[in-house]
């Protein structure tokens, strides 16, 4: 089988990770660096570089040494970037947990990490039995630096932290300054945070990330300039996974931007309000937030029978889309160069219209195990349909006799790629080939300049009986935008593919349409997806189930809980 690689030559430099943000701390010193949305309280960088130094001497005096583990699992706001920052610019191994995680397994990822300091939201550490925290000397709540959850016995954890303040002002006499900002000498190589997937086919596996694959990420969205000093963001994605991390805070506190912090559900209603208020310079988000905008606001707009008969008319569509794309546009805050859409394929009919109405967003590519950024276009050069260009620090390769035009498995290399799974040598072993290449387990083609198409993943790819390769997302994606459905999984029952359908009750509801009715529903809808779709991509019957579908906490299907 043919491979075909891909490597962009454009040089980008690799700061030292650390580094960027001892400078950054320096450089921005008076200006503000992160603010809580809810309690509009302000940080900047100078106040949290002094915060910082004060954690450095809580570690110091609990024994904490370069590579020890710290975790923390809570939701995103001020502190929580504190503790995060505090942590790898003293040399230490940060272990950010979701929040979404189910207690049972956040005590065992602490205890698979080895982490010696807990910080966690008290509601959440309320259902762990701190006995069970084989490594961990105490647990503090993000929330509040002054109290102690918990302490080993033996351990000097609550007096340590009594005496934190006093050991601050003997340390620092005059007050703490910019020239005292002194961060860790650590090499890139080192690992500097542990990213436990929120995985669709099991359990979770501990991604060492290296100062070299976040330094990647970061200097890539400088040399972008996705961020700038004085910037506006608006981080709404959890910090604990890689995408918000990498570009809603690292990337951002690198140039001087200020970040807000969300800091609860972003609903459509408290989202909108946020951006209105904050006017954020980039967005980043996930598919499903414009995704739900055009099902709930655009598409019921635009299939009115005056508006379709109105768009059918040259010169008037133009004008109409203009007006789309403006409120759109605004929705967003008004002030953004682009939206980055990430984390998972973007609807195909989404993606189209916002295409066609000039709407500015462009779709990037990546994995935790990338930490997480693969590829990515600006707005004004995005191919529709593609997850954009391969980055200049990274390389692709298709494993496919025909890598433009028939699907192979997506297999990287370069800065940005890990350093394997942390205690898991086998698990390592099963994603690295022998040249050293990370096999994605998505499927894709790849134009000869770079750009990446995704199909599906590897793993749940049907092979037909006439032998046609079926990526049952593209499926879904259709029957996703179909009336009365609300979220879908196709999968293979005895050779036939079946969709697997949480229908929208509430909608159902308002026409009055339940039990026999509701499955005369389905079976129009099912027939309607079969003209769109190729005839070995055909649906045999639609099931319905009457639940939410058992999602991560980056808000994926468990695919594996329905396939099996």
């Known amino acids: 089988m043919s491979k075909s690689i891909s490597k962009n030559k454009k040089e980008i430099k690799i700061e030292n990770f650390i580094k960027l943000y001892e400078r950054s701390c320096v450089e921005n010193w008076d200006l503000p660096a992160l603010t809580d949305y809810v309690s509009g309280s302000t940080l900047t960088y100078g106040k949290m570089a002094s915060l910082i130094a004060e954690i450095h001497l809580f570690f110091k005096s609990n024994g904490v040494k370069p590579g020890s583990k710290i975790a923390i699992c809570g939701k995103d706001s001020t502190r929580w970037v504190v503790i995060y920052m505090a942590t790898v610019t003293y040399g230490a191994v940060i272990v950010p947990i979701l929040s979404e995680f189910n207690p049972v397994d956040v005590a065992h990822i602490v205890n698979h990490s080895e982490a010696e300091i807990l910080f966690i939201d008290e509601h959440i550490f309320e259902h762990i039995d701190p006995e069970k925290l084989l490594n961990v000397k105490g647990v503090m709540p993000i929330a509040d630096h002054t109290r102690v959850l918990f302490e080993k016995d033996g351990s000097d954890f609550s007096n340590n932290l009594r005496l934190i303040r006093r050991r601050f002002r003997r340390r620092y006499p005059d007050g703490f300054a910019s020239k005292d900002v002194k961060f860790a000498d650590r090499d890139n190589s080192e690992v500097v945070e542990i990213n436990y997937t929120s995985g669709t086919t099991g359990f979770s596996k501990g ?67 946020a951006l209105a208020d904050v006017k954020p310079h980039l967005v980043i988000c996930v598919p499903l937030i414009l995704e739900k905008i055009y099902k709930n606001q655009i598409l019921p707009l635009i299939s ?69 950024l693969i590829s990515y276009t600006p707005w004004r050069e995005f191919i529709v349909g593609s997850s954009g260009r391969t980055l200049p620090i990274m390389e692709t390769k298709i494993d496919s ?70 990526y049952p997302e593209e499926i879904e994606a259709k029957l996703n935008n179909m009336p009365f459905v609300a979220e879908s999984l196709v999968v293979e029952r005895d050779g036939k593919l079946i969709g697997l359908v949480y229908p929208d009750y509430e909608a159902l509801d308002r026409i009055g349409v339940a039990g026999a009715d509701a499955d005369a529903t389905m079976e129009k809808i099912r027939q309607e ?18 639940h939410e579908f058992e999602k991560t906490p980056k808000r994926s299907i468990k695919r594996f809980l329905y396939t099996q």
């Open 529 to 546: 997806l079969n003209k769109l779709v190729a005839p070995y991509e055909r649906l045999t019957k639609i099931t319905l189930i009457p």
């Open 304 to 372: 009115k029978g005056t508006m379709r008969w109105t768009l059918a008319v040259p010169f008037l569509d133009n004008l109409i889309y203009a007006k789309i794309r403006k409120k759109l546009v605004d929705v967003f805050g008004g002030e953004f160069e682009e939206v980055i859409v990430g984390g998972a394929p973007l609807n195909h009919e989404v993606e189209e219209f916002l295409h066609k109405i000039k709407f500015p967003f462009t779709v990037g590519y990546g994995m935790t195990e990338c930490g997480p």
């Open 401 to 470: 006799p025909d890598p433009e035009n028939i699907p192979g498995e997506i297999c990287v290399k370069g800065t940005n790629v890990m350093k394997g799974y942390y205690k898991n040598p086998d698990a390592t072993k099963a994603v690295f080939d022998k040249d050293g290449w990370l096999h994605t387990g998505d499927m894709g083609t790849r134009s000869s300049d770079g750009t990446l198409f995704l199909r599906g993943r590897s793993k749940t790819m049907i092979l037909s009986a006439s032998g046609q390769n079926i």
């Open 207 to 273: 991604v060492m990330l290296t100062g070299e694959n976040l330094a990647g990420n970061v200097c890539f969205g400088l040399d972008t300039v996705l961020h700038f000093r004085s910037s506006r963001a608006l981080a709404f994605l959890p910090l604990a996974h890689a995408y918000g991390c990498a570009f809603d805070m690292l990337t951002p506190l690198a140039a001087g931007s200020h970040v807000t912090l969300l800091g609860k559900t972003p609903s459509p209603r408290v989202l909108i309000k």
